[in-house]
């Protein structure tokens, strides 16, 4: 299992300091979080963040819990991912969801609303950015996004292509389905991160996999005539990521914690303290160390 910490509260250039603090204490990844305009939230922008964390380590994992690309247009998305990617050492994965309605940026601002097309875009958005990142000149037709044959280039360094863990609300079956296509799985489940519902969860993305080993998966590159995209990378391994809290005062009582996911499938456990958005709690939590076992 491998851990990751996400920067709850803190600047973007806070930000910088805390990853490279992280990085020191022997975490595995460390996110910072894709919010624009929530109530009583100070936000600095997710991509430039990034930027600061990037610049700051050399080793972590770096990425969103979880980026919303519905808000976005897919080519900057994708621009903004590559060149972070490259900025980063070919160090970014792109955990992705519909987005949190509670973010002012979505209705308040006239973006779409509804579940259904939300996950649509969310969709396109993942086909483009996968068939750019070739670097090749591409073209695209959907039913949200259009474009004419044009290059992103520079590509990212990762190949064949930056990995992608789609949100999995279990027992959802349409979320968890979209997650099969890409490199892992943001698993939400309903109520909280209980081993027992994660081992099912689990179970059920071991099947799926299985399942489609034998009738054979999707290509990684989708054919350039549909907007679908996705499918296993060879070599890659699948990600099962989950989230919580443990307390850092207590490794025993981490590990222990830690332990119960890793048994029942977890390949990351991120700590995030979502109710606790206090930097000197933060900054003792990275220190502490991840809660291995």
Do not use: C
């Amino acid at each position: 299992m491998r851990y990751g910490i996400v920067l709850a509260t803190g600047d973007a250039r806070t930000a910088g300091g805390l990853a490279a603090d992280a990085e020191a204490a022997g975490w595995d990844g460390v996110f910072t979080f894709d919010g624009l305009a929530i109530a009583g939230i100070d936000l600095d922008d997710p991509w430039i963040t990034l930027a600061s964390m990037a610049l700051r380590t050399s080793r972590v994992t770096l990425g969103a819990m979880v980026f919303a690309p519905a808000r976005r247009r897919p080519w900057l998305f994708a621009k903004e991912a590559f060149t972070l990617d490259r900025l980063s050492g070919g160090r970014l994965v792109l955990p992705v969801g519909i987005g949190a309605l509670d973010d002012l940026a979505f209705g308040n601002v006239g973006e779409p609303v509804g579940a259904r097309e939300r996950a649509e875009r969310l969709d396109e958005t993942l086909a483009i950015v996968e068939r750019l990142g070739s670097g090749a000149e591409a073209a695209f037709e959907g039913r949200h996004y259009r474009f004419g044959p044009m290059a992103l280039r520079p590509s990212p360094v990762q190949r064949p292509r930056i990995p992608v863990w789609p949100v999995g609300a279990w027992p959802n079956a349409r979320s968890m389905e979209r997650a099969l296509s890409w490199d892992g799985v943001v698993l939400q489940l309903a109520d909280g991160a209980s081993p027992a519902l994660l081992a099912e969860a689990t179970s059920w993305v071991v099947a799926k996999r299985a399942m489609a080993g034998i009738v054979g998966a999707r290509a990684a590159v989708a054919d350039p005539a549909s907007p679908e995209a996705g499918g296993p990378v060879p070599g890659r391994p699948f990600e099962v990521v989950v989230d919580g809290v443990t307390p850092g005062d207590d490794p025993a009582a981490a590990a222990s914690i830690s332990r119960a996911h890793a048994e029942a499938g977890a390949t990351w456990w991120i700590e995030a303290d979502w109710d606790r958005p206090d930097l000197g709690a933060l900054r003792a939590r990275i220190a502490a160390g991840p809660p291995r076992h």
